[in-house]
């Protein structure tokens, strides 16, 4: 396959302080969706509120860790929404932290696999810090010092370890949910693990030009939508099933990330290819999932283009995790206006008026800019129980995401990316299959590691970083 690297590109980086943050009495967000300065300002203070319940870069805190219950693969998610931050405001304010965490999570073999979420060590996990390490090389993130691991040469790393768990013994291909068989889930393969790699593999083709990935990012997309039939013919996404019946029984709860980490793998396929025939192909396909994201935008036509999580939110039962999917949606939505900006009318409208509805529920707590989660009700809905990351990343994503109109193209190994990859990353890590009961590695790693990356941030960012050590190291 002939691959192309055309991508939408629409201004150069933007100047200015963030200000134009508009206030109600108690300190509530107001959004003016058409002030740019405004917008700004909401990321900003979104930012800042999850900078508040983040304690990797203090005293006693591990790098690329949240408290509070929450799971490794969502720090992931939260660097990698920073990165498009800085990309999209130009604030660098944050840069040092998202390095130092992301450095500090890649595991003893540069893979993403630290051995001390081996318990918890999904393939979705792993895959949503390869998003993170792919948006820093795509935005041009700075690249870490040359003697730690490369953005591209991580995302290579995880596409190699996961090149490996397709499986076609069981349910015609694909890869578990969970990599350790001592893990609860490995027992079921899911659209999310699948899905993120058909769009990693999709995201490293266009950066590289190496057809073998588009290639498998293919492969993956014919499993999921013709042999397991995760895809339905209505472009529903549905969440999985189990390898015991050989995924006959599907669980047909549909998520917006599912969705959305489709609609953006198949809007980057489309970007890639070049033969006439196959691109309409994608096109079709693109079309068919942005059609399919109607699901998560609300029924009521007095909430018309707000954007809720169906499964859970009417019922206000979403789980910890399941609080942040709607930020994957946004995110992935304005990531296809790039990849195939014909789509930019029908999806532009709906980020703006769900950015709005999310400000306004940012009026909770008592500093009054807490988020709640339901955006189509008027105020915050006070939603805490279950902490406030999910829909503060949530409100994050969709706010900032409205002006992807004005952010550079993403770029590519031939149009300016700076990231070096390997294509043999990877090819050392853990062999799980030998796992017994007890085996997992807890190390004091994480903590002495904090002060000594700290410390290499340190000379890499200058003053900026050097008040993050000291924050550090009080």
């Known amino acids: 396959m002939r691959l192309s690297t055309s991508w939408r590109s629409t201004s150069t980086a933007l100047t200015g302080l963030l200000v134009g943050l508009q206030s109600l009495p108690g300190n509530a967000l107001t959004l003016n969706i058409d002030d740019v300065k405004s917008v700004r300002g909401v990321a900003q203070v979104?930012?800042?509120?999850l900078m508040e319940i983040y304690n990797g870069n203090k005293t006693g805190g591990i790098p690329g860790r949240f408290d509070g219950g929450h799971y490794w693969w969502e720090a992931g998610a939260v660097m990698g929404a920073f990165i498009d931050y800085w990309a999209i405001t130009q604030d660098a304010g944050h840069n040092p932290m998202v390095m130092q965490a992301m450095l500090h999570q890649v595991g003893e073999d540069w893979n993403y696999e630290p051995s001390n979420v081996t318990s918890q060590l999904g393939n979705d996990d792993q895959a949503f810090w390869c998003l993170a390490a792919l948006a820093a090389a795509?935005?041009?993130?700075?690249?870490?010092?040359?003697?730690?691991p490369q953005w591209i040469a991580l995302a290579q790393?995880?596409?190699?370890?996961?090149?490996?768990?397709?499986?076609?013994?069981?349910?015609?291909?694909?890869?578990?949910?969970q990599v350790v068989?001592?893990?609860?889930?490995?027992d079921y393969k899911n659209a999310v693990s699948n899905g993120l790699f058909f769009q990693i593999s999709a995201r490293l083709a266009r950066y590289t030009g190496n057809s073998t990935y588009a290639?498998?990012?293919e492969k993956m997309y014919d499993w999921l939508h013709d042999t397991v039939k995760f895809v339905s013919p209505e472009w529903k996404v549905f969440d999985g099933a189990h390898v015991t019946d050989q995924c006959v029984k599907k669980d047909f709860t549909q998520w917006s990330y599912n969705a959305g980490i489709m609609l953006a793998g198949s809007?980057?396929?489309y970007n890639i290819t070049t033969d006439p025939a196959k691109k309409q192909i994608w096109k079709n396909r693109v079309d068919g999932f942005l059609e399919g994201t109607n699901a998560f935008f609300s029924p009521d036509p007095a909430q018309a283009n707000i954007m809720y999580e169906a499964a859970c939110e009417p019922r206000g039962n979403c789980n910890r995790d399941q609080r942040s999917f709607k930020a994957y949606l946004a995110r992935f939505m304005a990531?296809?206006?790039?990849?195939?900006?014909y789509t930019a009318d029908k999806i532009l409208p709906k980020l703006r008026i769900s950015a709005v509805a999310a400000a306004k529920q940012c009026d909770g707590a008592a500093d009054g800019k807490t988020c709640g989660m339901r955006w189509t009700r008027p105020t915050s809905d006070w939603s805490f129980d279950e902490g406030i990351l999910g829909q503060t990343l949530?409100?994050?994503e969709v706010v900032q995401n409205t002006q992807i109109l004005k952010v550079a193209a993403p770029a590519t190994a031939a149009t300016g990316g700076t990231s070096k990859g390997d294509p043999n990353a990877g090819s050392k890590g853990m062999d799980y299959a030998q796992l017994k009961i007890g085996d997992e590695k807890i190390t004091k790693r994480d903590v002495a590691g904090a002060v000594f990356l700290t410390l290499l941030v340190t000379g890499f960012f200058g003053g900026l970083a050097w008040f993050m050590m000291t924050d550090v190291l009080v």
Do not use: I
């Not at 979104?46 to 509120?49: G, R, S, V």
């Open 267 to 269: 809007a980057v396929m």
């Open 138 to 148: 795509e935005r041009k993130f700075p690249d870490p010092p040359a003697d730690q």
């Open 215 to 217: 290639e498998h990012a």
């Open 157 to 177: 790393a995880v596409f190699n370890r996961q090149v490996t768990r397709w499986e076609p013994e069981h349910c015609g291909g694909g890869m578990r949910w």
């Open 335 to 341: 990531m296809t206006v790039q990849a195939a900006p």
């Open 181 to 186: 068989h001592l893990n609860k889930g490995w």
């Open 394 to 396: 949530s409100a994050l």
């Open 46 to 49: 979104l930012t800042n509120n």
